[in-house]
């Protein structure tokens, strides 16, 4: 008798006789637990996992988070598996995936879209945590900084450096997470500073490129190179968009940050051996990846019910902006 | 009765009355397989499982190869977990523990030290593919480029650009692995262009610092160019340890490839982005991950037996390095 049998007798399919499904559900009424097929899965029954499920595999930032999130979830004796989703992939639907093959405690997002998808997430019926993505709802923490805010102190920054034609390599068309919480920030610092919007300047993520990579940051300012319009400063949504943005001005003969500024979004390591070093909003990506799993073993522990936290950014002035 | 008696049952511990026991080995007889004590476990019987044990999380190349052997995993229907592990850890415990929570079908290591391992390995009990590392032996597959070769190719193209004192920043003093291979192939590269060796100029990472970094290649180029050694070209056997190296030099008011040449190994995106793009020894990443993953069913098919397979490097002359 196989997992197959005991399946079908507990969940009442037809295809079971009588006898063997007796069998089944005496033996279950008299051990009080199901049976299994193999003595390997007795290590697993205790199966305290945390699944951490990725959105980026190429994003550095999240290299260092998941670092320290393996730390963390290991000092708290449970182990962790990392699961990537590509740009294009549901990242709900994989955490669902992976609940189906793994007993899980609780399920970290690093990354990843929210806006409106509560009722996905409560799908999971464990713990959820967003890692980065910052979101409102009560069925779900978040740790993040706060995207609109920051992207208003960049632009601000930018235009105190005497920049008014600001272009943005922003997220895709339709976001309605980060990409658009960090674009309303570039707005109303134009707004502040009475600078009129120009839809022209505002460059959206290529759909068939890796999102807020190097190469569609490259894609993003070749066009705008290319289109003739005027700016004097990009700023992109994330440091690997600028590094691109950065190539495209060196290949099409231009210099930064003596032609144009260029400033990022992340921090990441990179951007410090760089040439030029990158200005940038640096994201305490360490912090939000050990506050992530705090928060989510405290809900575990049932501690408290969950919550949003927001961390504060660090602008970092370095080579590539300067003033005008 | 749980897991834990059904586990002292079977393993004959002393801490489990005589009728307790009687009445699980009569189960087990009965039906054939080891009961477990969650309904859950049910769905994990058939557990398709491969695991990637990654070493050097921050390595971009790596997020290459995940992708696609994500992709590869998924169209032959089984699920696959990955598993970071620090520089500093032991990746074959690692997968041991990994084994011990989730029945594996297969261990694919990414990156990683296997010489003179092979007992280590076989504790798994489950087929192992090293994945970039080769290493001789029965008990796994590799597949990886040739990296004494590729060191010799390497060297003999800096040679034939006319430097003759050529510094590397190669792996850990007693690395017995890929940095010792590309080690032995600039050695050989020297040798049969009757060039001295200076052991001087053979840089070893820090221990302290994550390997094959920006951080370690920046803080041994400092150290080089701080010890007044003459030197025209760094062969880093990283793309991220070349990157250091750039920004190592233009912080001391250097230039590349102008004052310094310098090479890679890898081929990572970045180097295309880098300003000067970088002259490496490009890795095919995506053909080495989707054949560790064909290599690993063929195994698991009993199509054949572990194999060793070698694939070409390919030398990018960019922009980097030049002639003297």
């Known amino acids: ?47 305290k996992c945390i699944a951490v499920v990725v959105k980026g595999i190429s994003n550095p930032l999240f290299a260092d988070a998941i670092e320290i999130m393996e730390e963390e979830i290991k000092r708290n004796k449970f182990s962790m598996v990392v699961r990537y989703v590509n740009f294009n992939e549901n990242e709900i639907e994989a955490a669902l995936e992976l609940a189906k093959e793994k007993k899980l405690a609780g399920v970290i997002f690093l990354g990843g879209y929210f806006v409106k998808r509560e009722k996905s997430l409560q799908k999971l019926r464990i713990p959820c945590v967003l890692s980065t993505s910052g979101c409102d709802g009560d069925a779900y923490s978040t740790l993040s900084v706060d995207d609109e805010k920051e992207g208003y102190r960049m632009t601000d920054y930018l235009i105190r450096l005497g920049h008014r034609k600001i272009a943005v390599l922003s997220g895709m068309p339709d976001d309605a ?8 920030g570039y707005k109303r610092a134009l707004r502040e500073h009475g600078i009129e919007e120009d839809e022209d300047l505002i460059l959206h993520m290529r759909a068939d490129v890796r999102f807020y990579s190097m190469e569609n940051g490259y894609q993003m300012t070749k066009e705008l190179l290319g289109s003739g319009k005027e700016f004097s400063c990009i700023f992109a949504f994330s440091d690997a968009m600028a590094i691109g943005a950065c190539r495209a001005i060196t290949d099409s003969g231009g210099r930064v940050p003596e032609d144009y500024s260029v400033s990022g979004f992340d921090g990441i390591e990179l951007g410090n051996y760089y040439d030029p070093k990158l200005t940038t909003m640096k994201q305490p990506i360490r912090d939000i990846a050990r506050e992530s799993v705090n928060v989510l073993f405290d809900i575990l522990n049932e501690r408290y019910r969950h919550v949003h936290r927001v961390f504060p950014g660090e602008l970092l002035e370095r080579e590539s902006t300067k003033k005008i």
Do not use: F, W
């Open 1 to 47: 008798m196989g997992v197959s049998t005991v399946s079908r007798a507990i969940n009442n399919h037809p295809d079971i006789n009588a006898e063997t499904k007796k069998k089944v559900m005496e033996t279950i009424q008299e051990h009080g637990y199901i049976p299994n097929n193999s003595a390997r899965n007795l290590r697993r029954a205790d199966g």
């Open 177 to 184: 997470s980060i990409g658009l919480l960090r674009l309303e």
